[in-house]
């Protein structure tokens, strides 16, 4: 098993940052590829941006140019630093984390980021 928690979400006005962190435990030596998704109510899920075990780094096009996505791996921490932020980028956002080989995701509880004056 897989254990995700994200924090870092937030109420922040349009064109402000903000910066999610995900920290991993459990069984994390089956990830592969970790990333990040969003989801508005009423919408499926949306990929935002993944990072493999790699390095292979890839964004929606949505969000590319203002977000980025790192990974410490010495902390088991994935990051997503947003900048420029829009109303349109309100949503839950939840870290992911795949185990290709087995077939299995594994989702955090979500945070929530809104992007209002």
């Known amino acids: 098993q897989v254990q995700l928690v994200e924090s870092g979400g937030g109420l922040v006005q349009p064109g402000g940052s903000l910066r999610l962190s995900c920290a991993a435990s459990?069984?994390?030596?089956?990830?592969?590829?970790v990333g990040w998704y969003r989801q508005v109510p009423g919408k499926q899920h949306e990929l935002v941006a993944t990072?493999?075990?790699?390095?292979?780094?890839g964004y929606s096009d949505s969000v590319k140019g203002r977000f980025t996505i790192s990974r410490d791996n010495a902390k088991n921490t994935i990051y997503l630093q947003m900048s420029g932020l829009k109303p349109e980028d309100t949503a839950v956002y939840y870290c992911?984390?795949?185990?290709?080989?087995?077939?299995?995701?594994?989702w955090g509880q979500g945070t929530q980021v809104t992007v209002s004056s």
């Open positions: 992911n984390g795949r185990a290709t080989r087995f077939g299995i995701d594994y």
């Open positions: 459990g069984s994390i030596f089956s990830i592969d590829v």
């Open positions: 990072v493999t075990s790699g390095g292979t780094i």
